[in-house]
């Protein structure tokens, strides 16, 4: 298993200008790692619904990376998404689902299926048509690069070491991401008007 800030840091140096849709427990890492919060949009309190607004700004902005960092019961709660991602196919759009097998956010109870759902072949049963899944941080570094050059939508599962909310003393506890997602929506509508 990956420690989600480690494989986070990985990401953010292939990053370039993508636009990243973290959510849940997702949302402050991102947030702590990011270096372009500009086109960054946490929807900490949108569980289930990452991948849906990740849709949309891919769709709208099709010459622009977009990165979806969900969760796994995030992901559980809306599996519809994958078939319309599927669907629509936008080459551009990148979702990563960072499965730890429970929902870390309300406690850690497990998600229902854990160890038996293959998130990966859901995906391409939805029609992605690529698909990777990772469980170990040197493999995921290695291959990263490979990956994001990889014609979308693509689907990327990376099993994480749960990190429970109210587990981890010390840790800020909040409803959602440290900046409201409507001030993060108009920072990144302002960033496509600049260029």
């Known amino acids: 298993m990956i420690n989600q800030r480690e494989m986070m840091a990985v990401l953010e140096r292939h990053r370039n200008n993508a636009v990243v849709v973290p959510t849940m427990m997702g949302s402050v890492p991102w947030l702590e790692t990011s270096g372009l919060t500009v086109r960054d949009v946490p929807l900490g309190g949108s569980m289930g619904k990452a991948s849906s607004f990740g849709l949309g700004v891919a769709l709208a902005q099709p010459n622009t990376p977009v990165y979806v960092l969900d969760g796994d019961g995030s992901l559980e709660m809306n599996l519809g998404t994958l078939i319309t991602i599927g669907n629509k196919g936008p080459d551009n759009l990148y ?10 956010y ?13 998130f990966v072949e859901l995906a391409k049963a939805a029609g992605y048509p690529a698909a990777f ?13 490979s990956v994001l050059n990889t014609k979308g939508p693509v689907f990327i599962a990376i099993k994480i070491v749960p990190e429970i909310l109210n587990e981890a003393p010390g840790r800020r506890v909040a409803s959602g991401p440290s900046r409201p ?6 920072e990144l509508k302002e960033s496509f008007r600049t260029g």
């Open 133 to 145: 899944e990772f469980e170990d941080l040197e493999e995921f570094t290695l291959q990263i690069e």
């Open 106 to 118: 309300t406690g850690g109870q497990p998600i229902p299926g854990n160890g038996r759902v293959s």
């Open 95 to 104: 979702h990563f689902m960072l499965d730890n097998g429970v929902y870390a």
């Open 181 to 186: 997602t409507r001030i993060a929506m108009q």
